[in-house]
C-alpha cells in the first residue's frame, strides 16, 4: 500500500511516481494541489487524520 500524501485529493507516492515519469522527471502534483487551495477546495480539516 502506498503512503497517502494529500488527503484532501488523494494523491499518494505512486502517484507522485507516476507523474515524475509522466513528466519528463518532475511532478505536477504539487502545482494542481496548490491551485485547488487556492479555488477554496481543500479539506485537510476533514480528511487529514492530524486535521491539518
Known amino acids: 500500500m502506498s ?3 494529500c ?3 488523494g494523491y499518494d507516492e505512486d502517484d ?3 507523474d ?3 513528466n519528463g522527471g518532475r511532478s505536477l ?3 494542481r ?3 485547488e487551495k ?3 477546495t481543500c479539506r485537510c480539516a ?3 487524520p492530524d486535521g491539518r
Do not use: D, K, M, N
Open 3 to 5: 503512503v497517502p500524501i
Open 46 to 48: 476533514e480528511t487529514h
Open 33 to 35: 494541489i496548490l491551485a
Open 29 to 31: 502534483i504539487l502545482e
Open 16 to 18: 507522485i511516481r507516476a
Open 20 to 22: 515524475v515519469c509522466a
Open 38 to 40: 487556492r479555488q477554496g
Open 7 to 9: 488527503y484532501c485529493y
